[in-house]
Structures are given as structure tokens and as C-alpha cells.
Nanobody, 115 residues
């Protein structure tokens, strides 16, 4: 069964940190580009970070060096370390795997940044 399962979301104060994780199953993980996207209420889903199968990394401009994406091809996981979080980072964060025409999404995990 092809599945992406996110974890690690929650409520954090401004300036705090969270680490999101995504566990993949049913795919040849090492061949896939893995990414994190987010969707805030009444906004479109947007790219946060993507880490290609070859190790190339692309971050959205709003990350500003605060977030780090990483992957473990043995454990089939991709993580997003988020530091110095801001209220504007509040959103549902989705894990994505992409290979050619195939794109797989997780169910999402809520991140709320509020005092």
C-alpha cells in the first residue's frame, strides 16, 4: 500500500521549533523527490522545501534559512526541521513524493504558531 504519514505537528509559540517527519511505504523511496508543502486557511497550497533523489534542495523564499529538509533513504523518511517559527507559518503541512507523472500526498499535519 502506497502511503505517506506525517507526524510532529502541534502548537508552538513564536520563535519556537518543531520537527515534522514523514514516513513512506509502498514506494521505491530513493528514486522519489520528497517535499513539504503547506496550506493556510483560504490560501493555496505552496511549496516549502523539496529534496530531490539526487540530493538537490530547494526552499521557498519565506523559509529564510529557518527550515531544513532532510531524508533517510534507509528508513524511508523525510523530515523538516523548523526553527524560529512565526505566526505566518501556521498551516497544514503536507508531505509529497514525486517521480515523473506520479505525485503522492500525505494527509497533512497541523502546525499552529501562536502565543
Amino acid at each position: 500500500q502506497v502511503q505517506l504519514v506525517e507526524s510532529g505537528g502541534g502548537l508552538v509559540q513564536p520563535g519556537g521549533s518543531l520537527r515534522l517527519s514523514c514516513a513512506a511505504s509502498g514506494i521505491a523511496f530513493g528514486f522519489y523527490d520528497m517535499g513539504w508543502y503547506r496550506q493556510a486557511p483560504e490560501k493555496q497550497r505552496e511549496l516549502v522545501a523539496v529534496l530531490s533523489s539526487g540530493g538537490s534542495v530547494n526552499y521557498a523564499d519565506f523559509v529564510k534559512g529557518r527550515f531544513t529538509i532532510s531524508r533517510d533513504n534507509v528508513k524511508k523518511t523525510v523530515s523538516l526541521q523548523m526553527n524560529n517559527l512565526e505566526p505566518e507559518d501556521t498551516a497544514v503541512y503536507y508531505c509529497n513524493s514525486h517521480l515523473g507523472a506520479r505525485s503522492i500526498w500525505g494527509q497533512g499535519t497541523q502546525v499552529t504558531v501562536s502565543s
